[in-house]
């Protein structure tokens, strides 16, 4: 088990206002996994695919949407920074 953590940035009420409850509840639950991953979450997700780090997109009910997130080893976090939604 990782001691990695997740966090929104800027902000909760920035990223998820406004999107159903189970969407929010489906993005914390990716960050949580995210976070136990620790350093391998720089290789989760997708873009840019041939190396690890940097922003990086992870998909939500099938396409329905997507985050992007953040793996900054320094501070041992994930950062979800952006959440689409299309449903």
Known sequence: MSDWKWDYNPSAE???G??????????????TELAALGRDSELAGSRPEDRPGGLRNFPLFGGRGFLQFLAVPGHE???ICTIVWFG
């Open 14 to 16: 920035h990223l998820t």
């Open 77 to 79: 976090c994930v950062y």
């Open 18 to 31: 406004g999107l159903p409850v189970g969407v929010v509840a489906e993005v914390e639950r990716i960050a």
